[in-house]
């Protein structure tokens, strides 16, 4: 499938670029969301976007888990608590006063929740490209995360990576297998607010680049 949008050079058409661009712009990491639930037909359609995803070997290392039961939703609200809490225990002065303003997940309201494993062991792929960089399919589950997100968003959803967290204990609490490695934790509905601009720059934390780090060898 080529697809018909392209033109014979396999080029899409300016208007779609620049949409891609905007929507690329316009991704937000989102932390404050409404608490109306999310059409399960939407988030399949997402979640589809994962099995699109790059992976070293075609390995597709990744493992979902939706965090659904008052339990384990508990449990890994606790755990960012007591894991946000020991951060902004090892910040001072003002860095500690501006980390303590940051919201830093949605797990309280968010009504979609979301564990994205890699199986470190997977024998999909047969190995490859994975033998001196076993990393590799992590990073494949990142790719996954990223196409996911932009589908997300491209339906009017919002996407929230929470990693301020014990990943062993989360996944002892999720139960899953020992070979399972911890990529993120997901918060996903229907963002509060929209912004072009990241919310971390709006708090005075951090600011993107002026420009791209390239060096030349
Ligand atoms: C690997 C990864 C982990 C992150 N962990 C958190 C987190 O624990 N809590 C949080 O509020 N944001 C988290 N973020 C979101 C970043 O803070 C956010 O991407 C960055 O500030 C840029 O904002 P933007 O995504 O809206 O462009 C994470 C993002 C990535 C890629």
């Keep these: 499938m080529t697809g018909s949008v392209q033109d014979p050079k396999g080029c899409f058409p300016q208007a779609f670029r620049a ?27 997402c979640l589809s976007s994962v099995a ?32 946000n809490a020991a951060a902004l225990a090892d910040y001072s002065e003002d860095r500690a006063a501006t980390y303590a303003r940051l919201k830093l997940s949605g797990m309280r309201e968010a009504p979609v929740q979301i564990a994205f494993y890699c199986d470190d062991e997977t024998e999909k792929g047969h190995g490859l490209g994975a033998r001196t960089m076993p990393e590799m399919r992590r990073y494949s589950v990142v790719t996954a995360i990223t196409l996911f997100w932009l589908a997300l968003r491209a339906e009017g959803l919002g996407l929230g990576w929470v990693s301020v967290l014990d990943p062993e204990a989360l996944s002892r609490d999720l139960d899953v297998p020992a070979t399972w490695r911890l990529i993120g934790y997901f918060c996903i509905g229907h963002p509060e607010r929209l912004s072009d601009t990241p919310e971390l720059e709006q708090e005075g934390w951090e600011q993107r ?6 060096e030349t060898r």
């Design 19 to 45: 949409e891609l661009d905007l929507l690329m712009r316009l991704r937000r990491d989102v932390r404050r969301f409404r608490t109306d639930p999310v059409d399960e037909a939407v988030l399949t359609r």
């Design 209 to 214: 680049f002026d420009m791209l780090p390239i």
């Design 52 to 83: 699109l995803a790059p992976s070293v070997g075609l390995s597709e290392p990744w493992r979902i888990i939706r965090v659904e039961s008052a339990t384990a939703r508990a449990a890994a609200l606790r755990n960012f608590e007591r894991a």
